[in-house]
């Protein structure tokens, strides 16, 4: 679980990072920069890359630590957060198939094309955005978990 850890903290840093990469490619949209569009979209892309590396290697310790003899609040708590880590890979599909249509198709001179990119970029933002608040509910449910066994087994 330690070493699962460690692989979440590396997504949470690279998630900020991602965070800064969308304020900056919202505002390069804004100004139909499209050198800045692609450029921060090939970022965008390798960060992703990077963070469902450690994603997938975070959900093989966390099934790891599953398979051991644990108790049944532990291994409930182990699925939340296994739930909530898919769902940040399947946010960070959505967000790197974005990205990969900016950095492939951006063509600001070409406004029917330009509106269609944007589009696409925008519904995959909104079902990132919305996958990422439903994987911070299973962490969060973890959590909560997770604090409850520990209160219990003191108060035994």
């Keep these: 679980v330690e070493e699962a850890n460690f692989e979440l903290k ?71 957060k296994e739930e909530a880590l898919k769902k940040q890979l399947e946010a960070f599909a959505q967000y790197h198939a974005a990205a990969r249509v900016l950095r492939d198709n951006y063509d600001p001179k070409n406004a029917q094309n330009r509106d269609k990119v944007k589009a696409e970029f925008d519904s995959r933002s909104e079902k990132y955005r919305e996958l990422m608040e439903k994987a911070r509910d299973n962490s969060s449910q973890a959590n909560e978990l997770y604090k409850d066994t520990v209160r219990q087994q003191r108060q035994h």
């Design 10 to 80: 590396k997504i949470r840093e690279l998630y900020e990072q991602n965070e800064g990469k969308r304020q900056e490619l919202k505002s390069a949209l804004e100004t139909d920069n499209e050198a800045d569009v692609k450029r921060i979209a090939t970022e965008v892309v390798q960060l992703i890359n990077e963070g469902t590396n450690h994603g997938n290697t975070a959900i093989d310790k966390i099934r790891e630590a599953g398979d051991m003899q644990i108790n049944e609040q532990y291994k409930e708590y182990l699925r939340l």
